[in-house]
Every structure is written in C-alpha cells, then in structure tokens.
C-alpha cells in the first residue's frame, strides 16, 4: 500500500508539473522552474484542497484571482545552490519568501526587483556568502528581514536606510564587520533589531538609539564594540537588552531601565559600585527576570537586598572584582532557576533559606570562601551544582547525594566536607569530590561482640579478636604492598592535585616522544575558558586531575601540533585536550582572540572547540570528544584509537580500550558511505574557505583530521590551529602532512584555499580506492605515491580498474569513477587549475547515491 501512495504522489506532482508548464511565465510556471533548479521536488496538494491548481501547493498562497502568488514558503525543503534568474523574483505581487533552513549559496541578482511588493524575507540558515548589495535599499515596503546564520560579510549597506517600514531586522551570526551602520538608526519603527555575533567594531555615535523608540528587542552581544553605549533613556519600550561579549566601558546605572526584563551585560568592561544602582529609580525591579552582569569590572559589594529583584529566574553576578562580603539576602528568590555567585568573594554560611527554592535548575557557588555546613538542597530539578574551592565543612547531606546520579554535573572538590564514597559511581567520585574525606563506616555485628558465658570465655574472644584484627592488618599490608607495586601506573592516575598543593610549578610532562612544560605557579589560578558551558568554572588543576597528570596512560596521539590526552572534567564531560606546544610565538592576547573566534565557529561537519587554557607558553585546545575514531584507521583496517609511534603526524582520539566503539571496518565498505563522508568534508571546507571572515585555510587535510562522530557524521579537525601556533613558511610544520601536501609547498609562499583543496583530492583518491597516500602496492602502475597512480590510471580513461574492490559491487561505478575525476581536478599541480571547495560540493552532489544505489 506504502508503494500505491508514493507512486500516486509522483503522479500528481508530474501533473501539476505539466499543468504549470502549459502557462509559460505564468506564477505556477516560475514557481515550478524554481524548485526544479534548486534540486527540490514539487511541493504536494494541501490535504484540504483536491483541486490542482498551483495556489493549493503546501507553502504557496495566492490572491483572491488564484492567479498571483502572495506567499511562498519553502523552509527547510533541500533547496541547493544559487537562486535562479528569472523564477521567483518574477512573481510581481509577492509579500512574503521564506526559504530558511536550505543550502542556499548565492542571491539572484534580479531578486531586488521585488522590492515594490515584498513584505518579509527570510533566507535565515543558508550558507550564502559575500557582501550584501546597497540594493537591499529597494526594499522600501519590507517589514520583516532575516538574513541570520549565513557567511554575509563586509560592512552592512547605508542603503538599508531607505527600509523606513522595516520593524524586524535579524543580521546575526554572519561576519559583518565595520562600524554599526548609520543606516539603521534611520528605520525608526524598528521593534526587533539582532546584530549578534558578527565581527562589527568602533563605537556609537551618541544619537544611534535616539530614534528608535519603537525598540523592544535589542542584541548586539559577540562583536568588537568599544566604548560607552549611548543613552537609551528614550527606548520607553525596550524589554530585552544584550550587549554581552563586547569590549564596553562605563557604569552600569547608565544601561539599566525601568522597562528590562532580560539584561546581559556579561564579558565586557563595565565597572563602579554595582550598589550605587540599589535605589536607583530607573531599575523596574518587579520585571526583571534575567539579570546577568559577569565577566566585568564591577566593585564594591553585592546588591544589599537581592530579595527584592522577586521576578528573577537567573542571576549571574560571577568572576567580577568585589569586596569581601557575607552572602546577600535572597530569602524572596523564591522563583529563581540559575544562580551563578561564582569568585565574588563570599563569605560566612550559605542561608538556610535555599533549601526553599524548589525550582533551582543551577547553582555555583564556587571559588569563594564560604564556611559552614552545605545546605539541604531538596529541589528536584536540580541538574547543576558547583560548590568546589571554599571552606565548607561537615557531612554532605544525605538526601543531596541521593540526588546526584540523576543531576548532570555536580562538583563539592577542595572543601573540608566529608562523605561516604560507597553510596557513589567512582568515575563521579573521583572527579567531583577532589580532596575530600572519605567517611564511611565500618559494618559490624553487635551479636559477635555480646558478653556470654565465663570470664575464661571473655578473654578466648578477646584474644582470638585480638588475633584476627592483628591477621587482618597484616594481610592488608601485604596486599596493599603487592596491588601497590603491581598497580603503580594506577596509583598515580589517582593522584589528585589536592594531595600535591604543595608542589609548584613549572610542570613537566612527558610523552612518547618529548617533553612539555606548562609554566604554571599555581594551578588553581589559570583558568579554563569554556564556551558552551560557562557556568562551570575550571582552572588547570581540573586538567591535571582529569588527565592523572598527563599521564601517558591517557595519552592519545602526539599529532603535529602537539600530544592530545583524553579526560573528564568535574562535569562528567568526556573531552579531547590537545597541547599546542609550538605556541610560543604567538603572544597570549593574540592566542585567546583567535582561540575565542574559533570557538564561534560551528558546523556539522567540524568538531568542535568547546574551550581552551593558557598554561604559559603552552595553548590547550579542549575539543568534543569524537567517540568513533578517524577515518585513515577505519579505511585502512588500523585498530581503532592505535597507531605506530613513528606515525605521529596522525591524531586519532580514541583508546582501544574504552570498549564503546560504535563502528567497524565493515560500515566503510559501500560506495554511499564513503561519499557521505566526502561530501560532509568537502561542506566543512567550503564553510571555512567561504563562510569564515576571515577565511580559514586548513593547511592539512588528511584522513586522520577526519573523525567520525556517534552518528557516523564526518567532523574535519585542526581547523584554524595554524594561526593560534603562529606557523610561518619557514617552520617545518608549514609543509604539511607527506603524501597530502601539494607541490607549491616546497616554495615560500602564503598559503591559499587551493592548498585545501589539493589535499581534499589526496582524500577522495583514498575514499575511492582503498589506498594510502603512500606506501602502499599500486597495481599496474610504477608510481611510489597514490596521487601518480590514480592520476595516471584516470588519463587512460582505466579508473574503474582503481576502485576498492571492496565498495565496487555496492552502487554505481559511474559515480565512482566520476568521484576519481573531481580528486583528478583537484589535485592539478598549478593551483589556479583546482576548482573551488563550493565548485566540488556541487559536483558531487551531482553524483550523489540514491537509496536504489545502495
């Protein structure tokens, strides 16, 4: 029955094809060649209307002539590639195109024609690139803009300006740079304006906001503004403000407005008394419901009366310059889910009133010197508890360490608590309870210790007790002694920086093949940047204990940058740490600017950098642990997370150990697998080479930077590291990886896209046919490396003959033999002759398997 439907539904959409084409130019042909172009099927007949007209499309609307379309919505449809001329931007009495959630790559250049119609556009989510055209000012009618989550670049159009109806404008996570456009303040019925993580610079003018009264929503946060922000005082509508991650200065009194709900002033340089705003009339204090000002300057003393802020759900106020002070008053909190006190120099006990807040997801409380007992928290949607680095003491309450196998991080390490180890998992235990006592009691039956029969009797049991306690401790020592010597590698991967305080550095640590130092005093005072989960504040000392020292025994690969170690920080996060040890020419402001843009880059087919530490001249870089190894280990047949110490070019972030291998060789023996791989590489390439600003060229691509995430989704790694290094022409890690660098490596010369594109090639040569890049027995061929004899067997048109026999029965041989002419275009010694990364993702969406192909 499955069968009858989809073939009545090809059915139907051909005839509403063929009913279109019969009108050339008329909407329901534009609208059918646009779907067509972009690779899309014909949206099906809404469930409620069996007529076959175009206008009862699923997303289109029409007039009431059902003749013109006024709506067109194809979200998230597959669209692919550049909008096509002459199709949709023909459709003269269009207002609303929403084609968000595709693979969009380039406008069309007569889509500013529909400005005297259109009212909204959203192209949010697509990977179009490039700067936007002064004829976005065409759209003089528009209402609603939303060109987010794309790779838009250079400065934003003054032209916009002329949008004076404009009253949502969304520009986010894009790399526009320059100052903030005059232009915008001119559209003065904006309600929505999101200029969020670009690269914007300069400062504000003084009358930027004087205009746009109409402001309710308002983020600027993740760009490279400086200076004070201009008044806002005259914004009587404005509920949402965040200007966080800026490099912002003044007082805080100035921002703060009796209309926010939600302020975030987080990450910039605002500094003064945070109490001279505690009777400030400009503060409406019964809506405020999200209030977050750390990672600032301020000083003095918290809020007095934290209780009278009675809305508040999140309250973060960490890692600022306060004075020493006793915890506020937060008794009327009562609605409070995140609370974030972390380094503000508390004192003295916890109130007792929290054990009251029911619905606290979040509290940190860390890196202060608190004193007293922890409190009761009983709240059962508590998910995330940081009490680490204070002066706690006493028992952890029972009922709270009942709670924490369903919590999703919890740290009490470096108090004078104490609790019972038994009741807990030991991975959890070793990681969050870090120096503290172990209080468990030793069982015993009282029936064995009751006074029956003579005196005689009595001193029989108290010596054969005595006897047996004695036996006991002997045998203790014996086995302690002998687990001791047997064990010792074990023993020191369970030695805590806690027991070692008084040891300072530099640190020394030693791999397979070097030494690195971390020339760190105390490892408690270098902190850990992390950037999806900032609540949780790590230092080196977390990473000591987390790698047991960089121990060997969590050593993974010595890659060319530097070893890489496996761990787990106090969260429960399992992450990949990898040393940058050529990172000293760089300076340490330099380091942590690319080191945090790095950071904002995320793309499905790139692993992710999720934090990083400054550890003296040495850069760790924190990655999302890839749980499915590299993709030159399971192509060649390598145990998974093993390789020869003389191969350390390769990083591989597994161990063969952990027993959680999701993949075998036999998941990279079908021709559509190993084009899913190619494609999701070449994808994060295009990202980097044409979604970045400024673009990132890789510098070496190679199987072994490919890693395979829980779904089997390829993740390119190493990306962007070759600036944080500081890697000149001259340095020897310049030349790349042997067997995947290109020719024009071996002159000094900078280096371009066309280098990644040359080792992409290597890559799809190996996907397609089995081989290593070097090494290995090429058939038919005299030819030392695997580029030489693919190359050669493609120019005798004998490329079918290069397949791995292992994927040529398992889909169509065409496509294979056509994936080895895109490496042959590649890899062509003069660079001018490779095409683009966008150029490869189209061709080989070109030859992408279908099911049938399988």
């Known amino acids: ?162 949008m004076s109806g404009l009253r949502l404008l969304n520009l986010s996570r894009n790399a526009f740079e320059g100052r903030m456009s005059e232009g915008i303040a001119n559209c003065k019925n904006l309600v929505v304006l999101d200029l969020s993580n670009n690269e914007l610079g300069g400062e504000f003018s003084d009358a930027f906001f004087s205009s746009l009264k109409n402001l309710s929503f308002l983020d600027f946060s993740g760009n490279r503004i400086q200076g004070r922000l201009p008044d806002l005082s005259g914004m009587k509508s404005i509920s949402y403000l965040n200007v966080s991650g800026n490099l912002l200065r003044g007082s805080i009194s100035d921002v703060l407005l009796e209309t926010l709900e939600v302020i975030d002033l987080s990450n910039n340089q605002f500094e003064g008394l945070i109490s001279q705003v505690n009777h400030g009339s400009r503060l409406g204090l019964s809506s405020l419901y999200y209030l977050d000002l750390s990672g600032n300057h301020l000083s003095g003393t918290l809020f007095s009366d934290l209780g009278r802020f009675s809305s508040l759900k999140h309250l973060n106020l960490a890692d600022n310059r306060f004075s020493h002070q006793n915890f506020p008053n937060t008794q009327n909190l009562l609605n409070l889910e995140y609370l974030n006190l972390s380094q503000t120099n508390l004192t003295g006990p916890i109130p007792s009133e929290f ?37 706690l003491s006493g028992e952890i309450p029972l009922q709270l360490l009942e709670m924490l196998p369903i919590m999703e991080a919890f740290n009490f390490s470096y108090n004078n608590l104490t609790f019972c180890a038994d009741k807990l998992p030991f991975q959890k235990y070793n990681s969050s309870f870090i120096g503290l006592q172990n209080s468990c009691p030793i069982a015993a039956n009282p029936n064995m210790l009751a006074c029956k029969g003579s005196k005689h009797r009595k001193r029989k049991l108290a010596l054969a007790v005595a006897l047996s306690v004695a036996f006991f401790l002997l045998g203790i020592g014996c086995v302690f002694y ?291 890049p070097i090494g290995d027995e090429y058939p038919g061929e005299k030819e030392s490396t695997l580029v030489g004899w693919v190359r050669a067997m493609v120019k005798k048109n004998h490329g079918l003959m290069a397949v791995d026999p292992k994927i040529r029965e398992t889909g169509s041989e065409k496509q294979m033999e056509e994936a080895l002419r895109i490496a042959y275009l590649c890899t062509a010694d003069l660079p001018s002759k490779r095409p683009t990364m966008q150029q490869i993702v189209g061709l080989l969406k070109d030859i992408e398997p279908v099911a049938r192909d399988q």
Not at 91 to 115: A, H
Not at 135 to 144: L, S
Not at 361 to 388: A, F, M
């Open 1 to 162: 029955m499955g069968s009858g439907i989809l073939a009545f539904s090809l059915f139907l959409a051909l005839l509403l094809r063929c009913l279109a084409f019969q009108q050339p130019n008329t909407d329901g042909f534009l609208i059918s060649e646009f779907f067509t172009k972009m690779g899309a099927k014909l949206p099906l007949l809404s469930l409620n209307d069996s007529s076959s007209s175009f206008c009862s499309w699923s997303g289109v609307s029409c007039d009431s002539t059902r003749e013109n379309v006024v709506e067109l919505r194809a979200s998230g449809l597959g669209l692919s590639g550049a909008i096509p001329e002459n199709t949709i931007a023909k459709l003269s009495k269009l207002q609303v195109l929403d084609l968000s959630m595709n693979n969009i790559t380039e406008l069309s250049s007569d889509l500013w024609g529909l400005g005297s119609s259109l009212k909204t556009l959203n192209l949010s989510i697509n990977r179009i690139t490039g700067p936007l055209p002064n004829n976005v000012g065409n759209f003089g009618y528009m209402e609603t803009l939303d060109l987010s989550h794309n790779g838009f670049s250079g400065e934003i159009p003054a032209d916009i300006s002329s």
């Open 482 to 772: 002998g687990c001791r010597k047997s064990t010792r590698a074990w023993a020191v991967k369970q030695l805590s920086f806690k027991e070692e305080q008084n040891v300072s550095g530099p640190y020394s640590f030693q791999t397979d093949s070097t030494t690195w130092v971390a020339d760190v005093k105390v490892a408690t005072s270098v902190p850990i940047i992390m950037f999806e989960k900032p609540l949780l504040n790590f230092t080196f000392a977390d990473l000591l204990s987390a790698t047991s020292n960089f121990d060997r025994g969590m050593l993974l690969a010595e890659g060319r940058f530097g070893p890489v170690y496996r761990g787990f920080l106090p969260s429960g996060v399992q992450v990949a740490m990898k040393v940058l040890v050529h990172g000293s020419v760089v300076s340490d402001q330099d380091a942590a600017k690319e080191l945090e843009r790095l950071g904002r880059i995320k793309h499905p087919n790139l692993v992710p950098l999720t934090g990083y530490c400054l550890a003296g001249d040495q850069r760790i870089a924190i990655y999302e642990y890839m749980e499915n190894g590299n993709l030159h280990n399971l192509l060649h047949d390598l145990p998974l997370g093993v390789q020869t110490t003389e191969d350390w070019s390769n990083d591989t972030w597994d161990d063969e150990n952990n027993g959680s291998q999701n993949i075998t060789t036999e998941g990279a023996t079908t021709w559509r697998f190993r084009h899913t791989i190619a494609l999701g590489v070449a994808r994060s390439l295009a990202f980097l080479h044409h979604g970045c600003f400024p673009q990132i060229v890789h510098r070496d691509v190679k199987s072994s930077s490919i890693y395979l995430d829980s779904a089997l989704e390829p993740r390119l790694s190493d990306f962007g590291l070759s600036k944080v290094v500081g890697i000149n022409s001259d340095d020897q890690m310049s030349q790349g990886t042997t067997g995947y660098a290109p020719p024009e490596l071996s002159e000094p010369e900078m280096a371009t896209p066309k280098l990644d594109v040359y080792s992409f090639g290597i890559v799809l040569f190996e996907l397609v046919t089995g081989k290593k």
């Open 355 to 391: 054990s009251e807040f029911i619905r606290l997801k979040i509290v940190d409380l860390s890196h202060n010197q608190l004193t007293g007992e922890t409190p009761d928290l009983i709240s059962v949607k508590l998910r995330v508890l940081d009490l680490s680095s204070n002066n």
